[in-house]
């Protein structure tokens, strides 16, 4: 059996759950998540606790039944209290800002790049050199943030580019001039 399966979901008050024809629903305060779920599973929920169940012993089974408690807890913490990405701009001149509903990134091309999220996601920009990404999904909120990095990933040398805050980006040493070598 899956070790991270057989963990209990705490179910916040304020956030309902309901698994009915192999689609579980998750309602919260801050929204409402569906996801179907596949397989040999069942999931009980109990007062403020949830199961998810594995009803045999195939190895299919079990894979689905970890991966499944996992996503099920993500709903139930995105419902309640929602994700958040950050992102850090290292460049020089490099910016960004929000125009209405687009993120607007000066990023050292010939030309802005502008970003439209997704529903369910909202952009922000604290400062001109930091983006914010929230929602309740969190693999459409952690699919934006990579999706937003990917414009400019970090290179090795200088370090510019977009980078998730608090990532730790190895420098390499620039070309030397070869002197002293015989």
């Given amino acids: 059996?899956?070790?991270?399966?057989?963990?209990?979901?705490?179910?916040?008050?304020?956030?309902s759950v309901d698994f009915t024809n192999g689609v579980v629903t998750v309602k919260g305060p801050k929204g409402t998540?569906?996801?179907?779920?596949?397989?040999n599973i069942d999931i009980k929920h109990e007062g403020t606790e949830m199961h998810v169940l594995a009803l045999d012993e195939a190895k299919e089974t079990n894979a689905l039944h970890g991966l499944y408690r996992a996503l099920?807890?993500?709903?139930?913490?995105g419902v309640s209290e929602g994700f958040v990405r950050s992102l850090e701009i290292k460049g020089v001149g490099w910016k960004a800002a929000m125009q209405g509903s687009k993120l607007v990134m000066n990023i050292g091309f010939s030309h802005p790049v502008e970003y439209t999220a997704p529903e369910g996601i909202t952009l922000a920009c604290p400062s001109a050199t930091e983006i914010t990404v929230s929602g309740i999904d969190k693999v459409l909120v952690g699919q934006v943030a990579a999706d937003l990095r990917a414009y400019r990933t970090p290179e090795p040398y200088h370090g510019y580019g977009i980078r998730y805050k608090g990532e730790n980006v190895e420098h390499k040493e620039g070309k030397t001039s070869g002197k002293g070598k015989k």
């Fill in 1 to 15: 059996m899956s070790r991270i399966g057989k963990k209990v979901i705490p179910v916040p008050a304020g956030v």
């Fill in 33 to 39: 998540l569906t996801r179907e779920v596949k397989g």
């Fill in 72 to 77: 099920i807890a993500d709903m139930v913490k």
